[in-house]
């Protein structure tokens, strides 16, 4: 079981303080850019951009840059990273973000905390075998 | 990582490695195996300014290096190596490629090649944005660049194997301290045919980490890997340093970021819809160029076969590995270098070994297939492969093969003069026997290996066959063997093969869906302007290490709507925001096309200066422009006759087959040398093929030694 980050569109707000806790947390800023979750406006609501950990980029990288570790969450080895943006590309659902003056990839690593500051409880974190439940659950 | 090998050093040159600043090093790197000077040279913002990088500075650096009179096998030519200064970009797919130029043993003038692999890169990386191999060595002798120890050596390594897949591991596993050091080794070698031939290629080294092991792509064209092993040199090893994406230091990062990302989203997108180029590569072409009639077939004859379904994309599909990063260089994800892995050789000094064969690309599909009559998978493989390891062009290869196929079978050459090889069209068993003898020095192999041209000469001097039939059957310009598509129908594709500086590459111009079958350029101005644009664009790639697959080989689907879909604007565009993103200096498209301009009539010069460059030298054979048999004209009999009803104006009813040959013979060749006329005319050139003073005036390129050349023959 993988421990997933899951998004409810019925509940979320677009407060998008999950955009501000992520980017602090591990960019020590708010800047949105540097958030691995995004919240997108669209007809009737809101939708969720995070990676939900299926696994496809893990392929594409040409370096090995790119893993699952033991809990099941896809990871970027920095050091291996050749910063050549195929993860970017052809991420399925457009989750791998990058540092463009590094050219460095980042992604959502199920850590949790924008779980904690979503003031509408839109955000959870469930046990899952598979990225698929993502998909389904959070509508993506 | 293996045993260590002891290393005779036998010159030493310690360096202050120059950091990558903007795409370029700044230094070039002068190596002379005869006396082992090694140095550092400066690389002025002149040589920046007018020659860009890669292909630009290759033929700068090598013009300064020989004489009106060096010939390919004298000390002073040199294999030069540039990078380009977007070569090493991570960010935008296809930016990782070298240039080779040097004077031809085939054609006597210069031959250029873009090769992938990561020599280049990595030789930048390592300091230098260029890498001159000058004089003859007096043994074998391997050339080591250590970027992190700083220094270059010439080194004799007495045990080192010749053959590319032996050598390439050979080097790269005795030179690695840590598994990882393999990842930024890359070896440049050639193979035992390089020494017995005139068709010699270069294999430029990657490691490929997902398959734990090395992989090679080819500098092929003109015969590179000869005059590499005339020098006695084995090997050019780079040891260069772990890559990021900011390794070639860009002027502006976000820029090329953006674009990159862009880029990788498209291939993402619509590759699949596409050419499907990431599972299939170039053999994509196979069928659609079939389809076209323009698939070559026993010598190019004939433009498709019923058997190319044995030999078309589906066939390789299920042969390549699928699911990896294939690409020649870090972020190419269109991916087109794949290959067949675990592939058990069935003939030769290798067999019963389990090899990667790197490819086949759509030429060599057609060289060593098609073109052969060889429609067997495992048949093209093998060839594949041996041609890679002993150094031979697959390209040069099979279509020399082809030729001395129809010569055996138009009765030119038989059982005794083959040495006992059954050179029939199809006999791919004998096709593998001729490259053998290629690889060991022998027989039938050293008379076939000095080329098309050579073997024009020597069958009609020493066999007594027609000299006239020979030229018109011999499917080369220059001296070069033609690359794989037929030109029959496509008179703008005619002058995009020969009108070209090194001979019938289709790297210069591929005009013929925009010719032959959209027919949007019908007058001769319109094809002209064409061959002057598309050869200057498409130098360009080579001017700063790109490759051109990216431009035009995956597309938006907006283009169909933009004002001239041919060039793919956006695409261009792209280029131009990596190019100001990279090196800080802000162009425009149309600059892009005036850099291109000054170094390719900087080459026409020097093709001048060497001998050849004359309208003479820019004529095809009559084989790439119509029927030269009356097999190949009644294959087409109903093409043909309307053609002299409906464009010659004459009535083929009442004529014999030979009759209607020759009126269609005229016609064609007429229209030729109209082509040349308007062509010479659109690039600023004499009726002669001279770029005039005038020209090299407005492109800046009017130096002293330059406008020397141009006045003696005006």
């Known amino acids: ?140 | 990582m293996t045993d260590k090998i002891t290393r005779h050093v036998l010159a030493e040159f310690p360096y202050q490695r120059s950091p990558v600043e903007r795409g370029y090093t700044n230094q070039t790197l002068y190596i002379n195996v005869s006396d082992y000077t090694i140095a550092a040279r400066p690389v002025t913002d002149f040589m920046k300014e007018k020659f860009i990088g890669g292909r630009g500075f290759d033929l700068w650096l090598l013009w300064n290096a020989v004489k009106d009179t060096t010939r390919w096998n004298d000390p002073e030519n040199e294999v030069v190596i540039s990078p380009g200064p977007c070569s090493g970009v991570t960010q935008y797919p296809g930016s990782g490629k070298s240039i080779v130029a040097t004077i031809s043993p085939t054609t006597h003038v210069v031959t250029d090649c873009n090769v992938g692999g990561h020599f280049g890169p990595q030789l930048k990386f390592a300091g230098w944005d260029a890498l001159e191999l000058q004089g003859i060595a007096d043994r074998d002798v391997i050339v080591v660049i250590d970027g992190p120890a700083g220094k270059v050596t010439i080194e004799e390594l007495p045990e080192a194997p010749t053959d590319t897949h032996l050598l390439g591991a050979w080097l790269t596993e005795a030179l690695a301290e840590t598994p990882e050091d393999r990842y930024v080794i890359s070896t440049v070698t050639t193979g035992t045919g390089a020494e017995h031939t005139l068709i010699g290629c270069l294999n430029f080294s990657l490691f490929d980490r997902k398959r734990n092991d090395i992989r090679y792509k080819q500098a092929a064209r003109g015969g590179p890997g000869t005059v590499f092993r005339h020098k006695r040199i084995k090997a050019v090893v780079v040891i260069g340093f772990p890559v990021k994406g900011t390794s070639v230091a860009p002027a502006d990062p976000e820029r090329l970021a953006r674009v990159g990302a862009k880029m990788q989203r498209e291939v993402h997108e619509y590759d699949p819809k596409q050419n499907r180029m990431r599972n299939r590569g170039t053999p994509y072409l196979v069928h659609i160029m079939n389809a076209y009639d323009l698939l070559p077939v026993h010598n190019f004859k004939f433009g498709a076969h019923p058997d190319h379904v044995k030999i078309m994309a589906d066939v390789w599909e299920a042969r390549f590995t699928q699911g990896l990063p294939d690409g020649c260089w870090y972020g190419c994800t269109l991916a087109c270098a794949h290959a067949v892995d675990g592939f058990e050789l069935r003939t030769g000094p290798y067999q019963g070994q389990r090899v990667i064969v790197d490819g086949p690309e759509y030429e060599t599909v057609g060289a060593l297939g098609s073109d052969c009559g060889i429609f067997d998978p495992d048949a093209i493989l093998e060839l594949n492969f041996y041609c890679d390891t002993y150094g031979i062009d697959t390209i040069s290869f099979g279509n020399l093969t082809a030729f001395v196929m129809e010569c055996y079978e138009a009765g030119i050459l038989n059982l005794e003069r083959t040495g006992g090889l059954d050179l029939h069209f199809g006999n791919a068993a004998a096709a593998l026997e001729l490259l053998h003898q290629m690889g060991r020095g022998e027989g039938f192999g050293l008379i076939a290996g000095q080329g098309v041209r050579r073997m024009k000469q020597i069958f009609a001097e020493e066999y007594g066959a027609d000299p006239a039939f020979l030229w018109d059957i011999g499917v080369e310009v220059k001296g070069m063997e033609q690359s794989m598509y037929m030109s029959k129908e496509s008179l703008a594709q005619q002058g995009g093969y020969a009108l070209t500086n090194k001979g019938p590459q289709h790297d210069e111009a591929w005009l013929i869906f925009m010719d032959q079958v959209n027919n949007q350029i019908p007058t001769f101005e319109d094809k002209a302007e064409a061959l002057h644009y598309f050869p200057m664009w498409r130098t360009w790639f080579g001017l700063c290490g790109f490759c051109k697959l990216l431009w035009n080989d995956v597309i938006p689907p907006s283009n169909k709507y933009s004002q001239e879909p041919a060039k793919i604007p956006e695409h261009v565009a792209n280029y131009v925001e990596v190019f100001s993103a990279v090196t800080g200096r802000e162009v425009t498209k149309e600059d892009l096309i005036r850099m291109s301009e000054a170094v390719y009539n900087f080459q026409r010069v020097f093709n001048w200066r060497l001998g050849g460059g004359s309208r003479k030298d820019d004529i095809p054979p009559y084989r790439a422009v119509g029927p030269v048999t009356k097999e190949e004209y009644e294959s087409r009999q109903e093409r043909y006759d309307k053609q002299l009803r409906e464009l010659v104006g004459v009535d083929p009813t009442s004529l014999t087959t030979e009759e209607k040959m020759a009126a269609l013979r005229q016609y064609r060749e007429g229209r030729y040398q109209q082509l040349m006329d308007a062509v010479y005319k659109r690039r600023g050139w004499t009726p002669n093929a001279l770029p005039t003073l005038e020209k090299l005036h407005e492109l800046g390129i009017d130096l002293p030694e330059v406008v020397e050349v141009v006045k003696r023959y005006l």
């Open chain 1, 1 to 140: 079981m993988i421990k997933l980050l899951t998004f409810n569109r019925e509940r979320c707000t677009g407060a998008r303080e999950c955009e501000r806790t992520c980017a602090q947390t591990w960019f020590k800023t708010p800047a949105v850019e540097c958030s691995s979750i995004r919240i997108r406006e669209v007809e009737g609501g809101f939708r969720a951009t995070f990676c939900i950990q299926c696994g496809e980029c893990i392929a594409v990288c040409p370096a090995n840059a790119l893993y699952r570790d033991k809990q099941g969450i896809v990871r970027v080895r920095k050091a291996d990273c050749v910063g050549c943006m195929s993860c970017v590309g052809f991420c399925p659902y457009a989750a791998m973000f990058y540092d463009p003056q590094e050219a460095v990839p980042f992604k959502c690593v199920s850590c949790g905390q924008c779980v904690k500051t979503c003031p509408a409880q839109a955000l959870a974190m469930t046990e899952a075998p598979d990225a698929t439940q993502v998909e389904a659950l959070s509508g993506i």
